[in-house]
């Protein structure tokens, strides 16, 4: 899939980043890192009370994400991180410029119902409107792919390295 490549998986909790992340790391043969170890602990605290982060809270949190994604090497990696909004993801590019972003995508209804089956993770649901509202979509010139997120997890990540396959060929 190239070399020095970092491959964030990012979109809304729940949306599947940690469980599709790993996959497209085994597949790939890339080390996986997981966003949300990267996250100062008031940041969590503050999440798990039902307070939405603010761009002040993530900054310090993309620049460790950013300095993880650096750390990689020219073998690169994979990780996972919401990046929800464009000037986040300008930061994680800025940190290492071969990054390529999956979107992964899916409507309200089915990714709340996701992670509401979800135990033992900090995230309440009731902060899903809140992702949803901060999303900034990838736009045309933003290098990567948006993966629906319908179906079992393996399938999910045959479609995104797929997405990524057909990516790489088009450039
Ligand atoms: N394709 C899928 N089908 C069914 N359940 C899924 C799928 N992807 C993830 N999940 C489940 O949904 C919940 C949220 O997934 P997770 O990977 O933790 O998302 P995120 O890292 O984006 O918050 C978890 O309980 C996970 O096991
Ligand atoms: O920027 C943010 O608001 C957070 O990064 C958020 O998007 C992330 O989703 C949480 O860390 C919960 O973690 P999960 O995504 O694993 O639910």
Known sequence: MGTG????????????????????????????????????????????????????????????????ARGTGPGGGVVAASALKRRYRDRLRAARPATVFVHLAGDRALIGRRMAARTGHFMPTSLLDSQFAALEPLGPDERGVTVDVHGTPEEVAARALAALRALRGAH
């Open 5 to 68: 490549q970092v491959i964030v998986v990012m979109g809304v909790s729940g949306t599947g980043k940690t469980t599709v992340g790993r996959l497209l790391a085994a597949a790939l043969g890339l080390p996986y890192a997981e966003g949300d170890d990267f996250h100062p602990r008031a940041n969590v605290l503050k999440m798990a009370s039902g307070v939405p982060l603010d761009d002040a809270d993530r900054w310090p949190w993309l620049d460790a994400v950013g300095a993880w």
